[in-house]
């Protein structure tokens, strides 16, 4: 008789109210898998946009949203031997081929087939789930699971960012933007980790609050003051080293006037507007670098952990709601409400 689980499925696109509790039959590990005990799954922008459809993405209903995931080891396939039922453990977001040139030279996430968990197959909105044996991680320390789930996807991608894109190096200065979102929360962290100063932008005294709990030397109101003449005005008409990039639109348009000659701006998302309009003299003339970034590597991940282990890099939590509230934690997202991350527990 197949078992069943409790999940938070989508059968359709659309808004928070097509989120739908059901019962459905709970995944069995095949060869080198592993099935999760979900404990904690923390939320991100992507789960909107999933939600919320669009032709990149290429899934099966009924579709199981949810990519940072913390749980205890329930079932082992075959082959899986160095684990043991009970033990804590992450899942790296992350899922690829394991054999292509990227993934042999450590840069999974530019593998063809890349796929984030909860993306382009099903993610851990559930309270089981099944991932290569490659995707486990060590359990950081003694965190919460909560705190555990909100260490992975964001940190990573901000790892990524700053670390490998952007090259940020001590002494320079780093314009955060969406200082109080999973990812910009990851950002100003991994920035003064490495010796820079950080500048930091949100939309509510409460947000800059926590920028500032978090590293920022200066925060920035973009609802009440222009970012970008802020900017100028702070570093006396230079302009800053790295622009930490997320929100698109405007602001990145914007963005690009507040770098230096020469400064980099480094993206990961667009959830004001992916179609700014720059102007490339700015550019060209200036010699200012665009890096895109997604994700992180199954290495990158496994730096971060070690970071948030020994409490350099700190999750931060803003609510824990019941995995059949998914809705409301949706809603917390668009909104904007959330200063840190929502997480999700069965």
Known sequence: ????????????????????????????PGPREVRVAVRAVAMNHLDLWVRRGGPAFHIEYPHRLGSEIAGVVDALGPGVTELEAGEPVVVNPGLSCGACRACLSGVDNLCAQYRILGENTQGGY????????????????????????????TFQTAWQMLVHKARVQPGETVLVHGAASGVGVAGIQVARRFGAEVIATAGSDEKLALARELGASVTINYREQDFRREVKALTEGRGVDVVFEHVGGQTMTESVKAARNGGRIVTCGATAGYKPEIDLRHVFFRQIEILGSTMGSKGDLLAVLEHVRAGALRPVVYDVLALADAATGHRLLEDRRAAGKVVLTP
């Open 1 to 28: 008789m197949t078992q069943t689980m409790k999940a938070m499925v989508l059968r359709e696109h659309g808004g928070p109210d097509v989120l739908s509790y059901e019962d459905v039959p709970r995944p069995e």
């Open 126 to 153: 559930a309270e089981y789930v099944v991932v290569p044996r490659e995707n486990i991680a060590p359990y950081p320390g003694d965190l919460s699971f909560p705190d555990a789930a909100a260490s992975l996807l």
